[in-house]
């Protein structure tokens, strides 16, 4: 369950970040931003629902831990986004579907085994 959440997670976050990008012509660094925390309520609710199934009362205590792990994956995501794209100069939305590859390893890794441990 949590590669498909991974990977809406990760479509919504592409699809969030080319509008911001395309359509209101927002630099593909603060785009990226926007969409990460976009991305991060979608997958906390998927999360927390279908994927580790939690029953913990501490719902706060839960989200500030999902959200530590995604501000952590959203620098990773962002500081890589600034080294393929304008050190390497890459393609940007080439870069944003790899580097969301390495974003969801890192999530799943972190929610498994800190947030949603049971």
Do not use: C, H, P, Q
Request: aromatic share 22%.
């Amino acid at each position: 369950m949590f590669i498909i959440f991974g990977v809406l997670t990760t479509i919504v976050n592409i699809f969030a970040y080319v509008f911001f990008v395309e359509f209101f012509e927002i630099n593909y660094l603060i785009s990226n931003i926007i969409a990460w925390f976009i991305s991060i309520v979608f997958a906390y609710i998927t999360n927390r629902k279908w994927v580790f199934e939690s029953k913990s009362k501490k719902i706060l205590n839960e989200f500030i831990l999902f959200l530590s792990g995604r501000i952590s994956s959203g620098i990773i995501d962002s500081l890589l986004m600034f080294i393929s794209v304008d050190i390497f100069v890459f393609n940007d939305l080439i870069s944003k579907i790899v580097i969301g590859i390495i974003v969801v390893i890192f999530n799943y890794i972190f929610s498994k085994f800190i947030v949603f441990k049971k």
